[in-house]
C-alpha cells in the first residue's frame, strides 16, 4: 500500500493553493488563560463549504487526468464531504454525483444541489448507499472520491497543518479531531516532517472510540453505534488512514460529550466563531487533562462550522 | 458646544493602539451573492470585552491627566460599555467604579468584577442609576465616562471606521447601527474626511427609531419604550452625538425584527462568526431595500458579538 508523504502534501498544496482560502490562526488570551497553555486554533470553519474537508476533495479532482475528469466524480455523503466535492467538481467545471440517503437533512440536499451536483437518493443504510454509487459508477465510468480512505484526499488535508505550522513557526503538540482519519493522516505526516519532536494527538468521543481502541489494538475495529453530538467523527477508519496514523501518531485520546459541550461553547463565547461539535473535541480533551498540556505550545485544527443553529447543544 | 474632528481621532488612535486589537475585516462571496452588493465587515465582535465600546472607553482612560485617573472613572451601566471601562481602568491601573442595576445579568456582573471594577448595585430605573453614580462622584472625585455622549468616547469609537477605509481604500457608503450615537458619530468625522462622497447611513430598528425621527425632525426625541431585539440600541441620542449626526450623517434607516433576526442568522451561518443582534442592523438594512443597495461598495461596521447562547432568536 503506497502511503502518502511530505512532499505529497507539499504538491497538494501548489496544486490547491488558488481554489482554497488560507484560513487564518486564531489565539484567546482568555482560553489560553483558563487552559494554562498557549494555544493556536487553524480556523477551517472559515474555510470554503464550512470544513477543512474542501481540501482533500480539490486535491482529487484537480488531480485527475483530463479523460477521467470528464466522466466526472462521485462519493456518498449526507455531510461536508458532499459539499466539498460538488463545489470542487463544479470549479473544475465538471459533474459531481452525489449519492445522498433519503433522510439527510433539508439544508445539506439544498447545499449540495446549489453546488450544482446530481444527487441520487437512496434508503438511509451504508448498503443501500453502496450500491447506488456503484451502480452510478458502472454507467458513467465516474471516478469515487471517498471522504477520508483515499490518497489525494488525504494529501490535501494534510495542507491544513501545513498552513498552520508555517505560521507559527515551532510547536510542542498538534492536536486535530479524528473520525475516519483523513484530516488526521494528513496533519501527522506534515508534522512529522516539519518538526519530528512535537507530538501529534488525536481527539475522539467516548461514544464513538473506535480509533482509540483500533490504535491501541493495533487492529481496524468499525464504528458500531457510535453516540455523540460529534456528527462529523461517526465513521470507521480506513486501511490507508489506520497506517498512516499507526506510522505518524503518538497518542488518540477520549473526551466525554459534556466536555465536548462545554469546549464548543467555551470556543463560542470566548472566541466570537462557530464551529461545528467535532471542532472542538481537542479542547474538550486538554480540558479534561489539563496537567498533561500545561505550559505547552499546541497547535489545534477547527474542523469546521457547519451547524444548525435550531438545534444547538445550550 | 466643541465637536470631535478627524485629527482628534487620528489622535485617539495613535494613543489607543497598543491596548486595542486591530480587527479583521472579512467578505463574504455568498452573502454578496444574495444581496447583490459588495460587503466589508469591520469585525469589532473580536474586540477586547466583544465589542467596538472598548476603543471609547480606553480613549477615555488613557486621556485622562495623571490626577484625575488617580480619583478613578465611573459610569451606569449594565452593558458592554461597563465592561470596556472596567477593562480600560484596570489597564491604566486605576479603579473603576460601575453602577449596575440589581437586575442587570449575572454573567454580566461576574464579568465586569472579573475585570477588577467596584461594582455598586441599585434599584433598575434611570433615575436610580444616575443618583447612585452622582453620590459617588461627589464622594470620590471620579471622572464620569458617559457610555456615548462624550468626546473622548466619539473618538475612539472612530478608530473603527479609520481602520476599515484604510484597509477598504474606498467605498460608496458606510453602515453602522446607531443606538446613541457615538459609534455612528466617530464613524460619521471619519467618512466625511477621508471619502466625502461617501454616504454615511445609520440603521436602526423600527421599534426603536428614536434616532430615526430626531434626525427627521431636527430635534432630539427620547427613546421611549423600545422593543427590540436589539438590546445595544435602546439609549437616546445625546446633544453632542446628535450635533455630530447632523453635520455628517446622510441618513439613517430602520429595518423591521424579521430582518434584523434574518440578518443575524445569515452572519453567522454564512461567515460562521458570532454577532449580537445590534451588529447585524446595516444588513437588516440592505436586506429590506436591495435595490438602493445594489452593486454598491459598502462598509459595515459589525458592533459587537456579546449574546447569550441560551437565549438566540432562532
Known amino acids: 500500500m503506497l502511503l502518502p508523504t511530505f512532499s505529497d502534501i507539499l504538491e497538494a498544496h501548489a496544486l490547491i493553493k488558488p481554489f482554497i482560502h488560507r484560513t487564518p490562526v486564531l489565539t484567546s488570551k482568555s482560553i489560553n488563560g483558563i487552559v494554562g497553555c498557549d494555544l493556536f486554533f487553524k480556523c477551517e470553519n472559515f474555510q470554503k463549504v464550512g470544513a477543512f474537508k474542501f481540501r482533500g476533495a480539490v486535491n482529487a479532482v484537480f488531480s485527475l487526468s483530463e479523460d477521467a475528469a470528464q466522466a466526472g466524480v462521485g462519493t456518498h455523503s449526507s455531510g461536508n464531504h458532499a459539499a466539498a466535492l460538488a463545489l470542487a467538481a463544479r470549479m473544475r467545471g465538471i459533474q459531481a454525483h452525489i449519492v445522498m440517503p433519503s433522510n439527510a437533512p433539508e439544508v445539506k440536499k439544498i447545499a449540495v444541489a446549489g453546488y450544482g451536483a446530481n444527487i441520487t437518493y437512496c434508503e438511509p ?145 470566548r472566541m466570537k466563531i462557530i464551529v461545528e461539535p467535532s471542532s472542538a473535541l481537542p479542547l474538550a480533551v486538554i480540558l479534561e487533562n489539563r496537567e498533561k498540556f500545561a505550559g505547552k505550545r499546541i497547535g489545534i485544527i477547527l474542523s469546521g462550522g457547519n451547524v444548525e443553529l435550531t438545534k444547538l447543544p445550550f
Request: aromatic fraction near 4%; charged fraction near 20%.
Open 125 to 269: 443504510t451504508l448498503q443501500a448507499r453502496e450500491t447506488t454509487l456503484k451502480k452510478l459508477t458502472d454507467e458513467l465510468g465516474l471516478t469515487v472520491v471517498h471522504p477520508y480512505n483515499n490518497f489525494k484526499v488525504i494529501c490535501g488535508q494534510g495542507t491544513a497543518a501545513l498552513e498552520l505550522l508555517e505560521e507559527i513557526g515551532s510547536a510542542d503538540m498538534l492536536l486535530c479531531p479524528v473520525g475516519g482519519g483523513g484530516l488526521l493522516s494528513g496533519t501527522a505526516i506534515v508534522t512529522k516532517a516539519l518538526l519530528p519532536g512535537c507530538k501529534v494527538i488525536a481527539a475522539e468521543p467516548k461514544g464513538a472510540d473506535d480509533a482509540f481502541r483500533s490504535f491501541r489494538d493495533g487492529c481496524i475495529y468499525p464504528s458500531v453505534h457510535p453516540a455523540t453530538i460529534a456528527d462529523g467523527l461517526l465513521t470507521s477508519l480506513g486501511d490507508l488512514t489506520f497506517a498512516v496514523i499507526q506510522q505518524n501518531v503518538d497518542e488518540i485520546v477520549t473526551a466525554s460529550e459534556e466536555s465536548i459541550v462545554a469546549a464548543m461553547r467555551m470556543i463560542w463565547e
